[in-house]
């Protein structure tokens, strides 16, 4: 079924016009580039995994407005296996931007352990302390225990009145068992491995590593 017939009924009269604003309808804006900023350390450790996280990227258009992207953009040619600058490309809508950053030798490694201060600061920044390596001069020695195992002190330069880090129940090269108190003695050039820890006020390498 369908509506046949309309009738209008009405009175006549004098008509009366109403004015109504002009209406304009904007284009959409048109990107005109994006920006970075952010407060992410520019320095990498060599094989160290790039993250844009703390980089904000912000596209901006040509009405004067601006967005912060998030998933949209993405983050190409840098390679963080190759020391020196690096540049990071960030692309956003056939727009390009770059956010340099320098790949150094990784610290904590076996080629490049940490110093006392610098396994410290690992320690208190929670970063880096996990299968890291660091140099010291033994400045306190232990006893073996029965597990072979000797509790010892390293410092920068030997001395108990330095920043002191711990090697709690070490273990010797590849993991043997110390032998005698004279394995570890004051004043040896040593490396350790292992995970850095903080135990109360006490730097330290966990226990049973090397």
Same mark, same amino acid.
């Given at each position: ?5 309309v009738?209008?009924?009405y ?6 016009e109403?004015?109504t604003?002009? #209406?304009?309808v904007n284009a959409?804006?048109t990107?005109t580039g994006i920006?970075?900023?952010g407060t992410y350390?520019?320095e990498f450790?060599?094989g160290d995994?790039?993250?844009? @996280? ?7 258009f040509d009405d004067?407005?601006?967005a912060?992207v998030?998933?949209?953009a993405t983050?190409t ?7 020196g600058e690096?540049?990071v490309?960030?692309?956003y @809508?056939?727009?390009?931007?770059t ?6 030798e990784?610290k ?5 352990p940490y110093?006392?201060?610098e396994?410290?600061?690992?320690i208190?920044a ?7 390596y660091?140099q010291?001069i033994?400045?306190?020695a232990?006893?073996v225990?029965?597990?072979?195992? #000797?509790?010892?002190y390293?410092?920068a330069d030997?001395l108990?009145t330095s920043?002191?880090l711990q090697a ?12 005698s ?5 004051v004043?040896d050039?040593v490396? #350790?491995?292992?995970?850095l820890?903080?135990?109360?006020? #006490?730097? @330290? ?6």
């Open positions: 079924a369908g509506v046949q017939t009738t209008v009924s009175t006549e009269g004098e008509v009366t109403t004015a604003d002009d #209406i304009t959409p804006a990107l920006t970075l900023s350390p520019t450790g060599q995994t790039f993250s844009s @996280e703390g980089i904000v990227v912000t596209a901006n004067n407005t601006t912060v998030t998933s949209e983050f040619g840098y390679d963080m296996s190759v020391l690096q540049t490309t960030v692309s @809508e056939g727009q390009e931007a956010y340099t950053i320098t790949i150094v990784k904590g490694t076996a080629t490049n110093t006392v201060a396994a410290r600061a690992a208190d929670n970063a880096g302390v996990t299968g890291v660091a010291g033994v400045s306190q232990g006893t225990n029965n597990s072979g195992q #000797i509790s010892y390293i410092s030997g108990t920043d002191q709690y129940k070490g273990k010797g090269i590849d993991g043997a068992d110390f032998e108190d004279d394995d570890i003695q004043g050039v490396v #350790i491995y292992g995970n820890k903080k135990y109360n006020s #006490i730097y @330290e390498f966990d226990a049973n590593k090397l």
